[in-house]
C-alpha cells in the first residue's frame, strides 16, 4: 500500500512506526475531516500529494479543504522533522505569510462599514507621521489594498534613517505593483482606527468571530511548541536546486500584517468557508455582502499571478471556465502555502509546506478544489497537474554552443532536452531556475546562476517572441557568442570598484545577501537585475522597470562602501576574501 491513512489521532508510537514504514507516505486525518476515508477525491489527491511532494523535496505538508457547509477535511503528509520521523501533525502551526493580506482586507471593509475609514481617502490624513512622499497622487486605503499605490516594496515603514523617505513612482491605480509596505501601513492604520494594535484587532473581529481559536496573529517565540518545524536551503548564499540540502530554520519573531499570521489546516477551512459564503459565517457575518463584492472585485491586472489573473483587495481573482476564482499564496522564511477558492462551485482548499524553497503549493489546492467541484457535479476525475522537471528543458536549443569571455575562457553548453554546461573540462548539470536562468548542480558553480541574455530586434513584426540567446551571465563574469552583436567593451565609472562586493542583510530575514558586480559597464545584483545610476551613489533596478525600488552606498571606506540601502533596508558589506 502506498499510504498510510487514519481517521482521528493515534498515539505518538503508532504514528512513529507508520511513518518508519518502508516506501510509505505518511498520511495522517485529523478529527475535524467529515469526508469517509479513501473516497475518490481522497485518493487521486492523495497520490498527486505524494508525488508532488517528492518531486520538490517536500519535507511535510498539511491541507484543510471547506466547502459552504463547513470543513471537508483536514489532513498531514509527511514529516516535521524527516530525520527523526516526526510527522506533521493536522493541529501544527503554519506560517501563512501573505495570505494574511486578506485578513487585513476584511478588517478595513468593517471599519468602512462602521464609519470609521474613506477607502478613497489619503492615508496621510489619518497617518499624518507616514515616511512616504506621495508625488504622483494622494494614496488611499483602496490604493494598498490593490498594490496600486506607486510606493516601493520594503518590509517596514520605519526605516533605520530617520530622514528616509519611500518615494511613489506613477500615479495611484495606473500600474500593480506588489507591496508589503502596504499592508504593514493598513496594520497601523487599522490600529489608530479601532484604538487595538493589528493583533488585537484581528483576535476580535475575525479570529474570534469564526472560532479560529488555534490561530496566532503574530509570530512569535511562544508559539514555536505548536509550530511545524521549519527548513530552509542548507547554503544562504545561493539558488537552491530542487533537490538541495535543506537545513532547520531559526525561530522567527514576526508582526508585520503582511504576512504574521500562523494557522492551523483546520483552523483555515472556517475562513474558507466564510469566504465561500462571501463574508457570512456560521453565527456572525464579518462583513456584508456589499463590501465582500468590493474585496472579490477585479479592481487591477496582476499578471504576477497568472496571465488572466486580477487583485481585489488583499486577494486576487480570476474567472476560470466561467467561474469566479480567488487565491493568494505566502511565503515566509521557511513555510510557503497556497490558498484557492471556487465561489461558484462553493469550494476551497488551504496547503502549506514546511521548507522555503522558493515555490508555493499552489498546484496541490488548485487540484483539491478541482476534485471536489467534479465530484459534487458528478463529473469523472480531473487529471492531476502536470509535475515539472527542471532538469528536462524542451527549448535547450536555444542555448546550446559556445560562450566566451573578453579574457579568452569558454563555456560550452549541449544538450537535447537537459542542458549541460562544460567549464574547465568539467560536465556540470544546469537545472532550470526561471525565464533564462538556470542553477548549476555542482558545489562551486553553484553559486551563482547561469543567466542568459536574448537579442532583441527593435524591428521585429512579432515583438512577444523572445530573440536568440547571445550571451551568458555567470557571477561577475560575462560570455558572448557567435550571434552577438553588441560592444564588447565599455566604459566603467572608476568609482563603481568601491561598490562591488557582497552585503549582508542586517536584521530581518536572516540570512539575505546581494552580491553587486560589473557587467558591461553596469552595477548588477549578480544573477537578478541590472542597475540603473540616478545618483552619485544611487541606483534603481532595471527589472519589471519602472519600479520604485532604490540602491544606495554609503561610507566608502579603505576604497570599499561599506553600508548598501535596498529601499530603506541595511544590508552591510561582508568581506569573505
Request: aromatic letters at 10%.
Amino acid at each position: 500500500m502506498p499510504f498510510i491513512s487514519r481517521r482521528n489521532f493515534l498515539s505518538t508510537s503508532a504514528r512513529t512506526a507508520a511513518a518508519l514504514t518502508a516506501g510509505s507516505f505518511l498520511v495522517i486525518e485529523a478529527a475535524e475531516s467529515q469526508t469517509p476515508a479513501g473516497t475518490s477525491v481522497d485518493q487521486a489527491l492523495d497520490q498527486f500529494i505524494e508525488a508532488y511532494m517528492k518531486a520538490m523535496n517536500s519535507p511535510g505538508l498539511t491541507l484543510g479543504t471547506a466547502n459552504r457547509a463547513g470543513t471537508v477535511r483536514v489532513a498531514s503528509f509527511g514529516f516535521s522533522n524527516p530525520a527523526l520521523k516526526q510527522s506533521v501533525e493536522p493541529d501544527m502551526l503554519f506560517h501563512i505569510g501573505s495570505i494574511t493580506k486578506s485578513f487585513v482586507a476584511l478588517i478595513c471593509l468593517q471599519l468602512h462599514e462602521e464609519g470609521k475609514l474613506d477607502l478613497h481617502k489619503p492615508v496621510l490624513d489619518y497617518l499624518p507621521w507616514l515616511p512616504i512622499v506621495t508625488t504622483y497622487g494622494p494614496v488611499s486605503a483602496h490604493d494598498l489594498l490593490t498594490h496600486t499605490s506607486g510606493l516601493p516594496n520594503p518590509d517596514t515603514p520605519f526605516p533605520s534613517d530617520p530622514s528616509t523617505r519611500f518615494v511613489q513612482t506613477w500615479k495611484p491605480g495606473e500600474r500593480f505593483y506588489y507591496c508589503n509596505l502596504g499592508f504593514t501601513i493598513l496594520g497601523h492604520l487599522i490600529a489608530a482606527l479601532d484604538g487595538r494594535t493589528w493583533p488585537a484587532a484581528l483576535s476580535a473581529r475575525i479570529l474570534d468571530p469564526l472560532g479560529m481559536k488555534a490561530t496566532a496573529p503574530v509570530i512569535t517565540n511562544s508559539i514555536r511548541p505548536r509550530t511545524a518545524e521549519s527548513w530552509v536551503p542548507y547554503f544562504e548564499d545561493r539558488p537552491y536546486p530542487r533537490t538541495g540540502r535543506l537545513a532547520p530554520a531559526a525561530n522567527l519573531q514576526f508582526d508585520h500584517p503582511a504576512g504574521s499570521i500562523a494557522s492551523t489546516p483546520a483552523d483555515m477551512t472556517l475562513y474558507i468557508q466564510m469566504l465561500l459564503n462571501r463574508g457570512q459565517a456560521p453565527h456572525v457575518r464579518i462583513v456584508s455582502a456589499d463590501s465582500f463584492a468590493l474585496m472579490s472585485k477585479p479592481w487591477t491586472k496582476a499578471q504576477e499571478f497568472g496571465p488572466n489573473a486580477s487583485y481585489g483587495y488583499g486577494i486576487a481573482v480570476e474567472t476560470v471556465d466561467g467561474h469566479t476564482i480567488l487565491r493568494h499564496t505566502g511565503g515566509m522564511a521557511s513555510f510557503m502555502s497556497a490558498l484557492y477558492l471556487d465561489l461558484d462551485a462553493g469550494v476551497g482548499a488551504f496547503s502549506s509546506i514546511n521548507a522555503m524553497q522558493g515555490y508555493r503549493p499552489t498546484p496541490v489546492s488548485q487540484y483539491a478544489v478541482q476534485l471536489m467541484s467534479a465530484a459534487a457535479a458528478n463529473k469523472p476525475v480531473p487529471a492531476a497537474p502536470t509535475l515539472e522537471n527542471p532538469v528536462v528543458i524542451k527549448n535547450a536549443a536555444d542555448y546550446t554552443g559556445d560562450y566566451t569571455s573578453p579574457d579568452g575562457q569558454t563555456i560550452t553548453i549541449t544538450g537535447d532536452l537537459a542542458l549541460l554546461a562544460s567549464v574547465a573540462g568539467r560536465q556540470i548539470p544546469l537545472q532550470h531556475r526561471d525565464g533564462d536562468n538556470f542553477i548549476a548542480v555542482d558545489p562551486v558553480l553553484a553559486e551563482n546562476s547561469f543567466l542568459f541574455g536574448r537579442a532583441t530586434d527593435q524591428n521585429a513584426k512579432n515583438k512577444d517572441k523572445p530573440g536568440p540567446v547571445v550571451e551568458l551571465m555567470h557571477g561577475s563574469r560575462w560570455y558572448t557568442n557567435s550571434r552577438y552583436t553588441g560592444p564588447r567593451t565599455f566604459t566603467v565609472p572608476p568609482e563603481y570598484a568601491a561598490l562591488c562586493g557582497t552585503y549582508l542583510a542586517g536584521g530581518g530575514f536572516e540570512g539575505e545577501q546581494l552580491e553587486i558586480a560589473i557587467l558591461k559597464g553596469q552595477l548588477w545584483v549578480v544573477g537578478e537585475s541590472a542597475l540603473e545610476r540616478i545618483g552619485q551613489y544611487e541606483f534603481r533596478p532595471t527589472e519589471d522597470a519602472p519600479n520604485p525600488e532604490r540602491i544606495e552606498f554609503f561610507y566608502i571606506a579603505n576604497g570599499k562602501a561599506r553600508l548598501l540601502k535596498f529601499t530603506g533596508a541595511d544590508f552591510f558589506r561582508f568581506d569573505n576574501e
